[in-house]
């Protein structure tokens, strides 16, 4: 019973600081969707939350997932990771990242930086190393 009362208490803790970011966060969200005419997403969202909370507890490191592949995901704000890591290249998100896997494997290779570690299965490796080398981000 304890530890269920410690852990609702960190829960709430939780909640409190995501909802002063929320509520620091909307003017800026309003503006952005309000000028660019389209909206921020949820996961957009829950990164730029999570990034900030990151930046002021002064973590030393953080494990980012990315949403869709990486291309053209939000994560990719993220210029010099330690390493890079493709779990796995599968039909996943098809109507998104791709009919075929060197198409899924295209989308997902987009968080690939230039210069930095990649870690990732020996099957990926066989789709990947048909992309162009262009296709790294610096």
């Not at 995501?18 to 969202?45: C, G, H, Q, R």
């Not at 930046?55 to 993220?78: A, Q, S």
């Given at each position: 019973?304890?530890?269920?009362?410690?852990?609702d208490?960190?829960?709430?803790?939780?909640?409190?600081?995501?909802?002063?970011?929320?509520?620091?966060?909307?003017?800026?969200?309003?503006?952005?969707?309000?000028?660019?005419?389209?909206?921020?997403?949820?996961?957009?969202l829950?990164?730029?939350m999570?990034?900030l909370?990151?930046?002021?507890?002064?973590?030393?490191?953080?494990?980012l997932?990315?949403?869709?592949?990486?291309?053209?995901d939000?994560?990719?704000?993220?210029?010099?990771?330690?390493?890079?890591?493709?779990t796995?290249?599968?039909?996943?998100?098809?109507?998104?990242?791709?009919?075929?896997l060197?198409?899924?494997?295209?989308?997902?290779?987009?968080?690939?930086?230039?210069?930095?570690?990649?870690r990732?299965?020996?099957?990926?490796?066989?789709?990947?190393?048909?992309?162009p080398?262009?296709h790294?981000?610096p």
């Amino acid at each position: 019973y304890k530890q269920l009362a410690q852990n609702d208490s960190i829960i709430y803790e939780y909640i409190n600081v995501y909802k002063k970011i929320i509520e620091e966060l909307k003017p800026l969200i309003d503006e952005y969707e309000e000028k660019e005419d389209s909206k921020v997403t949820l996961f957009e969202l829950e990164t730029t939350m999570a990034l900030l909370y990151f930046y002021r507890k002064n973590v030393d490191f953080v494990v980012l997932e990315t949403g869709l592949g990486g291309l053209y995901d939000c994560t990719n704000i993220i210029t010099h990771p330690l390493v890079s890591v493709i779990t796995s290249i599968g039909y996943d998100h098809m109507h998104l990242l791709g009919n075929t896997l060197p198409e899924i494997a295209f989308q997902k290779a987009g968080i690939i930086k230039l210069g930095q570690p990649i870690r990732l299965p020996l099957r990926a490796l066989t789709f990947l190393c048909t992309l162009p080398a262009a296709h790294a981000r610096p």
